[in-house]
C-alpha cells in the first residue's frame, strides 16, 4: 500500500538550515509528481514546491515565499524525495507534509514539525 513517511523535522535558529526526508514505500515516486505542502499554526495548508516525474524531467517549482531558499531534489535508488530549506524565517514555522496524487487519489504523509525561533 502507498505510504509516505516524513523526518527530519526540528527547532532551528532564523537564518539556519534544515533537510526534510519523504520515504515512499507502496509505489516507484519516480514517475509521480511529488509535492511538499506545510500547514501553520491557524491556517490553510499550502503548496511549497514539486518535482515532476522522472519521465518528463524531473523539473521543480516552488512558491514565492520559498522559492531561492528551499529545493526540492528526490534519490530514485532510495524511493525518497527531499525538501533542504535554507535561511530559515519565523515564518517557514509549519507542519510539513509529503503529497503524492494516483489516478484519483491524494496521499499524505503524517507530518513533520519545523519551529523556526530564537
Known amino acids: 500500500q502507498v505510504q509516505l513517511v516524513e523526518s527530519g523535522g526540528g527547532w532551528v535558529q532564523p537564518g539556519g538550515s534544515l533537510r526534510l526526508s519523504c520515504a515512499a514505500s507502496?509505489?516507484?515516486?519516480?514517475?509521480?509528481?511529488m509535492n511538499w505542502f506545510r500547514q501553520a499554526p491557524g491556517k490553510e495548508r499550502e503548496w511549497v514546491a514539486t518535482i515532476t516525474s522522472t519521465s518528463v524531467g524531473g523539473s521543480t517549482s516552488y512558491a514565492d515565499s520559498v522559492k531561492g531558499r528551499f529545493t526540492i531534489s528526490r534519490d530514485n535508488a532510495k524511493n525518497t524525495v527531499y525538501l533542504e530549506m535554507n535561511s530559515l524565517i519565523p515564518e517557514d514555522t509549519a507542519v510539513y507534509y509529503c503529497?503524492?496524487?494516483?489516478?484519483?487519489?491524494?496521499?499524505w504523509g503524517q507530518g513533520t514539525q519545523v519551529t523556526v525561533s530564537s
Open positions: 507502496g509505489f516507484m515516486s519516480s514517475m509521480y509528481f
Open positions: 503529497n503524492v496524487r494516483i489516478g484519483i487519489r491524494n496521499y
